[in-house]
């Protein structure tokens, strides 16, 4: 017999063999005796719990489409969250982009529309949680207040799709814009009545924990003048000898700052989540199979079985999947002539 035909017949060969011992526990367990000659009419015996030995032999086949199909419902619920998740992230970048942000002794002084350089489209940020920040690479801006907005954004948004159950250690991050506690305040005061749960706290706490450690951020600027301009911002007013310079035309000559995203510039929003599986399906969709025409498993290399002693301090482990989605929105607004400070102390 063809070898890749009993490897294909092997999960249901294992479910067979689980459910006969599983009958014969039973048997055993109710105090009946096993007696040939009724064993043989038995197929001819329509009286008593007889239907029941189909029930016991269907029961596990049943158990694992109903969870297969629990698997696919979260996977199409956690599909539509990380779009939701990318939008949000963008959405939050384009009213961030144009700010003025000074006064926090934890963060560096950002100006309107500036982004770190390189702002190329074909060379993102990645910006990824550290347990103590928000660390980006490439750039120099890993205590950006911008670029954490941008990221609590995501993490937020993807909450509600991650696992309440302890699978890595909280998150200790003071200088994070999302904290649990605020989390669990606002959570209560939508529902008043969790206020008496005790679990509640700590289930809320787990989900953005899994949340920030599991989530990566591809942040790209394309800027349409970033060579030769025209900008879409003001430029700054070039001053020689204290005196506003002018051409020919009696025009204001303004410098052009190449390190800004215009108005109307493209930023394009990448998110990645590592969607948690449910333990059942996890495990065994991780599984390699091997088809009878020889064709690739393609869902076993996408799921990956998350353990402690990576870059996630995880203490329990899960099977994961990634889910990625894509945002690409334009700048907001005019950079102003005149400067305003929003100050973040």
Request: glycine content about 4%; charged content about 15%; hydrophobic content about 45%.
């Amino acid at each position: 017999m063809n070898r890749e035909i009993l490897t294909a017949l092997l999960p249901a060969v294992i479910a067979m063999v689980v459910a006969f011992v599983v009958l014969c526990a039973v048997i055993k367990l109710s105090g009946a005796k096993l007696t040939l000659s009724r064993l043989l009419r038995l197929h001819r015996c329509e009286r008593g719990a007889v239907q029941s030995l189909s029930f016991v032999l269907t029961l596990p086949l049943f158990v694992m489409l109903v969870m297969f199909i629990v698997q696919v419902s979260q996977l199409m619920v956690g599909i539509i969250v990380v779009h939701y998740a990318a939008f949000a992230a963008g959405r939050a970048a384009i009213v961030w982009a144009p700010a003025h942000l000074r006064g926090a002794a934890s963060y560096s002084e950002s100006y309107e529309n500036h982004v770190p350089d390189p702002i190329r489209d074909d060379n993102p940020i990645q910006a990824v949680f550290n347990n103590t920040s928000i660390a980006a690479n490439g750039v120099d801006e890993s205590s950006s207040y911008k670029l954490n907005k941008i990221f609590s954004a995501a993490v937020t948004a993807l909450a509600p799709i991650s696992p309440s159950h302890t699978y890595l250690q909280p998150v200790t991050c003071p200088s994070c814009p999302t904290q649990p506690d605020v989390l669990i305040a606002a959570y209560q005061q939508l529902v008043p009545s969790s206020s008496t749960n005790a679990k509640i706290p700590t289930r809320l706490q787990n989900k953005l924990s899994y949340a920030y450690w599991n989530t990566t951020l591809d942040l790209a600027f394309i800027a349409k003048d970033f060579e030769r301009g025209p900008t879409y911002n003001p430029r700054v007013l070039r001053v020689v000898d204290g005196v506003i310079a002018t051409n020919e035309s009696g025009e204001y000559i303004r410098d052009w700052n190449r390190n800004e995203v215009g108005w109307q510039d493209p930023i394009v929003i990448r998110v990645t989540h590592d969607f948690a599986l449910l333990p059942g399906p996890g495990r065994f969709l991780a599984r390699f199979v091997v088809a009878g025409d020889g064709r690739q498993d393609t869902v076993a290399p996408r799921i990956s079985r998350r353990t402690a002693g990576g870059r996630v301090p995880f203490v329990e482990a899960v099977h994961t999947t990634p889910l990625t989605a894509t945002v690409t929105l334009t700048n907001e607004g005019f950079k102003p002539l005149i400067s305003y400070e929003q100050r973040i102390d």
